[in-house]
């Protein structure tokens, strides 16, 4: 989605507000930065929590699974977020030298919220 983007001569600035821009009130915020070449994050889904994901800086790409269909989404400018719902499998590589990601999320941490396994994510999301 595109989040706003308010442009000025000294540079850009994008915000963003629970339940405003986005669909959820935002509950925690984590980064991914220092990624070493070829790195991937991601896989796993969460039973519960929504995300949304940012390119703060450089760019990767997020592949997207629902247990039927595979995508991916290239990722690159701050003010574009990609909003993930619970239950989908999510993978995220091909980061660019340098890159930070932004990651809000609708929960606090709780392992037990992770589905790790792909398999178990097959079976619970195809048993619904
Ligand atoms: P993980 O969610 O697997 O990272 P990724 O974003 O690549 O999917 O988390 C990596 C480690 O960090 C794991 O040991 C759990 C811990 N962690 C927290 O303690 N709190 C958090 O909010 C998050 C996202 C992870």
Redesign the pocket.
């Known amino acids: 989605m595109r989040l706003p983007k308010v442009p000025e001569a000294r540079g850009n600035l994008t915000h963003i507000e629970g339940n405003v821009q986005i669909p959820f009130k935002i509950k925690?915020v984590?980064y991914?930065y220092d990624l070493p070449a070829g790195c991937?994050?991601?896989?796993?889904a969460h039973c519960e929590t929504q995300n949304l994901i940012i390119a703060l800086s450089g760019s990767f790409d997020v592949v997207l699974d629902d247990g039927y269909r595979r995508q991916s989404v290239h990722l690159q400018q701050p003010h574009q977020g990609l909003y993930i719902g619970p239950m989908v499998w999510?993978e995220?590589e091909n980061f660019a030298t340098a890159s930070l990601?932004l990651?809000l999320?609708s929960t606090?941490?709780d392992?037990s919220d992770?589905l790790?396994d792909y398999d178990e994510f097959l079976k619970a999301v195809r048993g619904r």
């Open positions: 925690r984590y991914h991937k994050r991601g896989g796993h999510r995220l990601s990651v999320a606090s941490y392992e992770y790790r």
